[in-house]
């Protein structure tokens, strides 16, 4: 059975490799080189999100947690342990019993293999941790543990898996139009396949739309931008955005400090790259927490990518990081995800493949 794989993002490279493995003919198609759009644009983070647990989403978190635990293990030249301060602030927005009960959830979904457990530190500890930190209000910080990534490097990995496994990576092969009916129109013409699964990210629900093809689960595109700054040490910190829900992580990586992120709806005609509000908004934030302030000539680079969420919520920080999986005819399109949960939701693409191939 041949199958259609377009994007050559985390998502797209995880679906092709997972039907590879399970037997299928494959072919993926990538409109420019592989892992360049919101895959290599992310926190670098292999995470369960521990925000998220704010918001109900266990089920999310747990499965992430598993994921993360299978990156680290599997691929431990691309990936690391990092330790990641939660500062708490006398006008701290999160209580010290709420930011336990999360991290105590976070250690239990982890699992008695977890990367280690959570604890409290003194303001003195934080210190000796983290000694840019801010003095003045602190009562101390959560140490816990998540892991971090090079995103691109290991996209391209799971690349290789994909040769490996028998795929067909083309790159530079825009999709020009889709019919649910399995074929698929690139610059040399149609091309007819037995399914075709859309996992463009962002630009999913455009390709629909293009195709004249009905969007069953319409995105929220929220770009998120990061800023790289002179290091902080080997400690990431998680950081309340003064009078926001929001967090940013100042996070150690390759011997800089990457802060991030910001979140503003984009609209896909918008360049993708971080704006002067958005690199104001998070230095604003860094200096809130960290000395020597920073100023915008200190920026070593910046970056921004796409977040392609699933349409749930007015306020796009609390939008829902899950995917969904919806059929028409012979194409499966899939929305939202992340990074961390990329192989599962390449898993729950096979099996509902296996599935639509019994009932013929
Ligand atoms: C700022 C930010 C920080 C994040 N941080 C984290 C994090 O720390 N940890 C985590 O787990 N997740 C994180 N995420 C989420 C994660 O990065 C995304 O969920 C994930 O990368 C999405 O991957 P994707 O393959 O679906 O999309 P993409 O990586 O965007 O891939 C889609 C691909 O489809 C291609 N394409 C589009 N149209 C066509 C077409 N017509 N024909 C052929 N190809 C096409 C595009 O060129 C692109 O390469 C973050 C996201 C953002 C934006």
């Given at each position: 059975?041949?199958?259609?794989v377009i994007?050559?993002?985390?998502?797209?490279l995880?679906?092709?490799?997972?039907?590879?493995?399970?037997?299928?003919?494959?072919?993926?198609f990538?409109r420019?080189?592989l892992m360049?759009?919101t895959?290599?644009?992310s926190?670098?983070l292999l995470?369960?999100g521990?925000?998220?647990l704010?918001q109900?989403?266990?089920?999310l978190?747990?499965?992430?947690?598993?994921?993360r635990?299978?990156w680290?293990?599997?691929?431990s030249?691309?990936t690391r342990?990092?330790p990641l301060?939660y500062?708490l602030?006398?006008?701290?927005r999160r209580p010290r019993?709420q930011?336990?009960?999360?991290?105590?959830l976070y250690?239990?979904?982890a699992g008695r293999?977890?990367?280690?457990r959570?604890?409290?530190?003194?303001a003195a500890?934080?210190l000796r941790?983290?000694p840019?930190l801010?003095?003045?209000?602190?009562q101390?910080?959560y140490?816990?543990?998540?892991?971090q990534m090079d995103?691109?490097q290991?996209g391209?990995?799971v690349a290789?898996q994909?040769?490996?496994a028998?795929?067909?990576?083309?790159e530079?092969q825009?999709v020009l139009?889709l019919?649910?009916?399995?074929e698929l129109?690139?610059?040399?013409?149609?091309?007819?396949f037995?399914r075709?699964?859309?996992?463009?990210?962002?630009?999913?629900?455009?390709l629909?739309?293009?195709?004249n093809?009905p969007?069953?689960?319409?995105?929220?595109?929220?770009?998120?931008s990061h800023?790289l700054?002179?290091t902080?040490?080997?400690?990431?910190h998680?950081?309340?955005v003064?009078?926001?829900?929001?967090i940013v992580?100042a996070?150690p990586?390759?011997h800089q400090?990457?802060?991030?992120?910001t979140?503003?709806?984009?609209q896909?005609?918008?360049?993708?790259?971080c704006?002067e509000?958005e690199r104001?908004?998070l230095?604003?934030v860094?200096n809130?927490y960290?000395?020597?302030?920073?100023q915008?000539v200190d920026?070593?680079?910046?970056?921004?990518?796409v977040r392609?969420?699933?349409k749930?919520?007015a306020?796009?920080?609390r939008?829902?990081?899950?995917?969904?999986?919806?059929?028409?005819q012979q194409l499966?399109t899939?929305s939202g995800?992340?990074?961390t949960?990329?192989?599962?939701l390449?898993?729950?693409?096979?099996k509902?493949?296996r599935?639509s191939?019994?009932q013929?």
């Amino acid at each position: 059975m041949r199958i259609a794989v377009i994007g050559g993002g985390i998502n797209g490279l995880c679906t092709a490799w997972e039907l590879a493995k399970a037997g299928y003919q494959v072919q993926l198609f990538e409109r420019d080189a592989l892992m360049q759009a919101t895959s290599r644009a992310s926190s670098k983070l292999l995470h369960g999100g521990l925000r998220y647990l704010e918001q109900g989403e266990f089920r999310l978190v747990r499965e992430a947690l598993q994921e993360r635990r299978w990156w680290l293990n599997k691929t431990s030249q691309l990936t690391r342990r990092i330790p990641l301060l939660y500062p708490l602030y006398r006008q701290g927005r999160r209580p010290r019993w709420q930011l336990k009960i999360g991290l105590m959830l976070y250690d239990f979904f982890a699992g008695r293999k977890g990367i280690g457990r959570h604890r409290w530190l003194t303001a003195a500890q934080t210190l000796r941790c983290s000694p840019q930190l801010t003095a003045e209000g602190l009562q101390g910080a959560y140490l816990f543990f998540d892991g971090q990534m090079d995103d691109y490097q290991l996209g391209l990995w799971v690349a290789a898996q994909c040769r490996k496994a028998g795929v067909t990576l083309f790159e530079h092969q825009p999709v020009l139009k889709l019919a649910a009916s399995g074929e698929l129109l690139l610059s040399s013409g149609w091309q007819s396949f037995d399914r075709i699964i859309n996992v463009a990210g962002p630009w999913s629900e455009a390709l629909l739309q293009q195709s004249n093809l009905p969007v069953q689960q319409s995105l929220d595109l929220v770009r998120g931008s990061h800023l790289l700054l002179p290091t902080l040490g080997r400690y990431g910190h998680m950081l309340e955005v003064p009078g926001s829900r929001r967090i940013v992580f100042a996070l150690p990586y390759k011997h800089q400090c990457l802060l991030g992120t910001t979140e503003v709806r984009q609209q896909l005609h918008e360049p993708i790259a971080c704006s002067e509000a958005e690199r104001d908004e998070l230095l604003a934030v860094y200096n809130q927490y960290f000395h020597p302030q920073m100023q915008p000539v200190d920026v070593l680079d910046s970056f921004a990518g796409v977040r392609p969420l699933l349409k749930s919520s007015a306020d796009s920080s609390r939008a829902s990081r899950e995917y969904t999986l919806h059929w028409q005819q012979q194409l499966l399109t899939v929305s939202g995800g992340k990074w961390t949960t990329a192989r599962a939701l390449a898993r729950q693409v096979a099996k509902q493949v296996r599935q639509s191939t019994k009932q013929m």
